[in-house]
């Protein structure tokens, strides 16, 4: 695979584990497309990776909870590269009570989670079906395992994207692309992150991950062709042998502590 002349297209690329993709994989001296919000110091991050890396990295700014961008985002990248790896990270989280969240609120999650990395990876999939090899790794979540009160939409477009790259990835299994899927827990993204996830106790503290160590991770085994990864299987497997009885009310009272707090 010539990665002297083919891009990797990492979205949610300004922070936590979207900047330790983008990290990562210049390191492995493979070109890189940055996609994030605007403000974000996106053109700053593009400029370090060329400096220290013998790396090409281009950006892009846009709000991926528009359909409209997306396709403009996806028309550009087709246009102007070949791709050869797509992370889609980009996500929103969110803690609230569903009574209380707006329309907006709701809409954005969804449009950001399911719909962008479904269009984005719908439009791109030609150009990366046109390689030698080819990668799609889409990020998910441990919440994808059982549903949370006070995070009743998050869980649930994280949930769809498991299915989603799982069934993706019987689909083009006897074709060039490989896809995969990563269940992460909470990560040491920002410091709002951190002091959020630690309100909810001993188990907050806990189960933190580090960014780097998780992208590091993901993308050596995305390269190995795993189809689902897991960072942290001690907490997957508790997620799947404890019934949804008693994991449901475990975890939104973890949520509700950190509500109050």
Same mark, same amino acid.
């Given at each position: ?10 979205? @949610?690329?300004? &922070? @936590? ?49 528009? $359909? ?7 028309? !550009?990248?087709? +246009?102007? *590269? /070949? ?5 889609? $990270?980009? @996500?929103?989280? @969110?803690? =609230? ?47 994808? *395992? ?26 083009? =299994? ?13 990560? =040491?993204?920002?410091? %709002?992150?951190?002091?959020?996830? /630690?309100? &909810? ?24 062709? %795993? ?8 907490? !997957? ?7 949804? !009885? ?9 949520? +509700? ?5």
């Amino acid at each position: 695979m010539n990665t002297k002349e083919s891009y990797a297209v990492v979205t @949610g690329a300004s &922070q @936590g584990l979207g900047k330790a993709f983008a990290e990562n994989l210049a390191s492995k001296n493979i070109n890189v497309v940055l996609v994030s919000l605007p403000g974000q110091h996106l053109k700053e991050l593009a400029q370090r990776l060329e400096e220290n890396y013998p790396i090409k990295a281009h950006y892009y700014e846009v709000d991926l909870s528009v $359909n409209e961008n997306v396709m403009k985002l996806t028309e !550009w990248l087709n +246009k102007s *590269f /070949e791709i050869h790896v797509l992370i889609n $990270n980009a @996500g929103l989280g @969110g803690t =609230k009570k569903f009574v209380d969240a707006s329309p907006s609120y709701i809409n954005t999650i969804l449009q950001v989670n399911v719909a962008a990395t479904s269009l984005i990876t719908h439009q791109l999939l030609p150009n990366l079906l046109r390689q030698p090899k080819a990668y799609i790794l889409n990020v998910s979540s441990m919440a994808a *395992f059982s549903p949370i009160g006070f995070k009743t939409v998050y869980p649930a477009s994280k949930t769809f994207i498991h299915s989603f790259s799982r069934g993706l990835h019987e689909e083009l =299994k006897d074709t060039n692309v490989f896809v995969s899927v990563v269940n992460p827990g909470a990560m =040491k993204t920002n410091i %709002d992150v951190c002091k959020r996830i /630690e309100k &909810q106790g001993i188990l907050g503290k806990l189960t933190l991950l580090d960014p780097n160590k998780v992208a590091a991770y993901c993308i050596r085994q995305l390269f190995k062709k %795993d189809s689902v990864i897991m960072v942290n299987p001690i907490s !997957w497997l508790i997620m799947k042998i404890l019934p949804i !009885w008693i994991k449901l009310p475990l975890m939104t009272s973890a949520i +509700k502590k950190e509500i109050e707090a």
